[in-house]
């Protein structure tokens, strides 16, 4: 296919809106990252752990379609990953995410009083 292909101007939306609905995923995914947590030692292993994630997925496509499995085949494959993936998201989602952080779940207070009392030895 080739940019004078009556089909191009519908690939590149398609494109388009690929791009879009990654980027708003993504979005989504870093938020709720973001929502579980004020500590940034815990931010950093989450966002780690879904990268890994997300990296371990696009190298799982890429063999799948180096062996030549129907495209349809991909495609399904990868929509009911994501439905089951929203499926287990919705505790963790439930159970963690909160209006405001509790300082007594963070271990935010007790890391600070460990270095306050660590100078204070000093």
């Not at 990252?33 to 890429?62: C, E, P, R, V």
């Not at 439930?94 to 100078?119: H, N, P, S």
Request: aromatic share 14%; glycine share 6%; hydrophobic share 50%.
């Amino acid at each position: 296919m080739d940019i004078y292909d009556p089909q191009y101007p519908a690939h590149v939306w398609l494109m388009i809106f690929y791009g879009l609905l990654d980027a708003m995923w993504h979005v989504m995914c870093f938020w709720l990252i973001g929502a579980m947590s004020n500590d940034t030692n815990k931010l950093a292993i989450y966002s780690g752990f879904f990268h890994s994630i997300q990296a371990a997925g696009s190298a799982i496509g890429w063999r799948l379609d180096a062996l030549k499995l129907p495209y349809m085949t991909i495609f399904i494959s990868t929509w009911c990953l994501v439905a089951a993936g929203l499926v287990f998201s919705f505790p963790m989602i439930y159970l963690r995410i909160r209006d405001t952080t509790m300082i007594q779940d963070e271990g935010l207070i007790i890391r600070d009083q460990e270095v306050t009392d660590a100078k204070v030895k000093e």
